[in-house]
């Protein structure tokens, strides 16, 4: 993981494809992809447009961002927003995290847009279950934010598609 | 006991005992489907048990005491010296199992009790045995002291934000707050990849009766952004001189959010000054098969490689206050 140092291009959220042409152009193949519960549409949907890119990324669960940031190992954060303005932009859920974990640690959070737009919430039902198995005990609620407000102070950039530049 | 109240105790709280001549280890990954004990018979069994993450947190602890009594009764027949050979061999395998609980720290004690009972020429199955029960018997008081702690942290309307499992300790403190007619509320975070907050946090806090609600691990941010939580509290499994711990990886960057949103971040640790600072704490790096994969199918048909590291380290100057335990003999 050392050989990783300030190295690792960390995406968050159901980015447009067309940021891994350009992270192509650029040369970046060490992607690491968070898996973006509750529906895992990141680890499936990401990791296949960047297979065909010929890029194999690097999975990490959401919550394991914090280990790459306090080891200095992410050079930049690519996040995925559904509108933005002056005062921030509403993104896919986890994009928060990123934005706070990279202010602390003074990397560079950049926003693509989404490849769709979401709802302000998901199906209770979705976070009791996992990769299509109950898992959660009976009776136990599920709260699921399917975006966050990143206000302006987090975040580093705002591209459209098919401008990283 | 203060108030001399009577603690309802959740399974994870004392996650392993022995029955006759065999350890009885609660196996935390079939929960909450099952409640069922896995039966340890000597040392190759506990560490079996240990790397399978069928325990953890407190339970290994237990599994390290309790072994040490399973090889004093394998090894009855054996000379004094070569028992305490015995027990040295147990101790450096279990120091061997996982890098990241202080596993040393416990298994020296045993040890030396077991050198010190040669030296003084007694009994050294009596000697240890005697000492292992009043150890297990100590902390098990401390720990419910703490329990009575937690309980008065927790306040009429709190909100709390919890990650991983902190071995029935928070949902006995649950359990307590509601017969003091507590409104109270938890969040817990799933904490993938083995979802032991889906698994095991809810589930206890659920027999407790108490109101929790389960989150995605990336949805931190969103309720403490929201104001939906007002306190957080974790556990750790290794603590630093300095105050820096480990705990179950996700803690770093819900510690480092709770500093941003200036809500309480609250840890139970069992203080040790054997660590200087969290840099020194050795992380465990698992097999990326176990975040791949969920039941053994594979969570995606990309060709895609996995990074697993257990446990994060969290800087002293994250936490508003440690909850300790006194870990002494």
């Known amino acids: ?165 | 006991m203060k108030n001399n109240l009577k603690i309802q105790e959740s399974p994870l709280f004392w996650p392993a005992h022995i029955d006759g001549k065999v350890l009885l280890v609660l196996d935390e990954t079939l929960i909450p489907a099952k409640v069922k004990y896995i039966k340890v018979r000597n040392t190759k069994e506990a560490v079996q048990v240990i790397r399978e993450m069928k325990t953890r947190a407190f339970g290994q602890f237990l599994v390290v005491l309790n072994t040490f009594l399973l090889e004093l009764e394998n090894g009855r027949a054996l000379s004094p010296e070569a028992l305490v050979q015995k027990l040295q061999a147990t101790a450096e395998a279990l120091n061997k199992s996982r890098p990241t609980f202080p596993f040393a720290e416990v298994t020296s004690v045993v040890t030396g009790w077991a050198q010190a009972a040669l030296a003084q020429q007694q009994d050294i199955k009596t000697f240890v045995s005697k000492n292992v029960h009043g150890y297990l018997q100590g902390i098990r008081y401390r720990r419910l002291e703490r329990v009575q702690k937690i309980a008065e942290l927790i306040k009429n309307g709190d909100s709390v934000l919890t990650h991983c499992n902190v071995s029935g300790e928070l949902a006995m403190a649950a359990k307590i707050c509601q017969q003091q007619k507590k409104k109270i509320r938890f969040f817990a975070t799933e904490t993938r990849p083995y979802l032991q907050g889906t698994k095991l946090t809810c589930w206890e806090l659920k027999k407790m009766g108490a109101d929790v609600t389960l989150i995605a691990d990336n949805a931190v941010g969103s309720v403490m952004a929201d104001g939906l939580v007002n306190k957080v509290i974790v556990g750790s499994d290794r603590s630093c001189a300095n105050g820096d711990f480990a705990n179950k990886i996700g803690t770093y960057q819900i510690a480092v959010l709770a500093k941003e949103f200036e809500i309480p971040f609250y840890v139970l640790t069992q203080p040790s000054s054997k660590i200087a600072c969290g840099e020194d704490i050795p992380i465990e790096i698992r097999d990326e098969k176990e975040l791949l994969n969920f039941e053994r199918k594979p969570i995606t048909k990309a060709k895609v490689k996995g990074f697993y590291p257990g446990f994060d380290v969290v800087s002293h100057e994250l936490i508003t206050q440690a909850v300790a335990i006194n870990a002494g003999q």
């Open chain 1, 1 to 165: 993981m050392q050989d990783n140092k300030n190295n690792i291009i960390l995406i968050q959220g159901m980015v447009d494809e067309s940021l891994f042409d350009l992270l192509k152009e650029r040369g970046e193949i060490n992607v690491f992809i968070l898996e973006g519960r509750p529906r895992l549409k990141a680890a499936n949907i990401l990791s296949k447009e960047l297979n065909k890119r010929q890029i194999t990324p690097t999975l990490i669960a959401d919550n394991m961002a914090g280990f790459l940031f306090k080891r200095n190992l992410v050079k930049e954060v690519w996040v995925s927003y559904q509108k933005v303005d002056k005062k921030g932009a509403r993104c896919d859920t986890g994009a928060l995290v990123l934005g706070v974990l990279g202010k602390r640690h003074q990397v560079p959070v950049n926003l693509y847009p989404a490849a769709a737009q979401k709802g302000a919430q998901g199906k209770q039902s979705d976070i009791l279950s996992f990769n299509g198995v109950r898992v959660a005990p009976k009776g136990v609620k599920g709260y699921v934010p399917l975006t966050d407000w990143v206000p302006a102070k987090y975040i580093s950039k705002v591209h459209s598609c098919g401008c990283c530049c």
